[in-house]
């Protein structure tokens, strides 16, 4: 059976080996959340050209959203007895992002960089519901699934800047 790292005492009544699994799930995107979190302020800081003002305050609205789903997560591990692992070290070594490309200033570049890591970030919290509900935890894929849908719309919201093909 998995065992807690770092747990404290809880009530929860979910099985112990269920929890570890959620944990570390939950842990894995903890992490991709913060990246994406700076991903997304780094691209609202320096984006440049026409439609300036519309893709920087959307940038910061994104990065505002994935905020508030990295305490979700953390919040759901530490709700499952375990501890959140969201620092800066952390982060570099478990997120599963692919860096951000700095040197970008053009409007449509950051368009492409951002929606591409939302993406990429909204595909794995998309699996993770399935493995959450499998291992008995509908709770947490319960969250994933609210947390895929705002990175489905923001995704939405990024690309409607995108030129058309």
């Known amino acids: ?13 979910l099985p112990e080996e269920v929890r570890a699994q959620s944990i570390k799930v939950l842990n894995h995107h903890l992490a991709a959340a913060i990246d994406l979190h700076s991903q997304t302020k780094l691209a609202h800081w320096n984006v440049r050209g026409p439609g300036f003002m519309a893709i920087h305050e ?4 994104v990065a505002e959203n ?11 591990a530490g709700a499952l007895g375990g501890t959140a692992q969201g620092t800066l070290p952390g982060v570099v070594e478990r997120s599963f992002l692919i860096p951000y490309p700095l040197g970008l200033a ?3 570049e950051h368009v492409f960089a951002v929606g591409a890591t939302l993406a990429a970030f909204g595909q794995s919290a998309r699996e993770a519901i399935d493995r ?5 935890d509908k709770a947490s894929a319960d969250l994933m699934t609210e947390i895929v ?11 409607s800047h995108a030129e058309p093909r």
């Open 66 to 76: 994935v905020e508030k789903y990295s305490d979700m997560l953390a919040e759901r």
């Open 58 to 61: 959307l940038f910061d609205r």
């Open 1 to 13: 059976m998995a065992t807690l790292s770092h747990a404290t005492h809880t009530h929860n009544t």
């Open 132 to 136: 959450l509900d499998e291992a008995g």
């Open 149 to 159: 849908r705002g990175i489905d719309a923001d995704v939405w919201f990024v690309e």
């Open 106 to 108: 053009d409007v449509a």
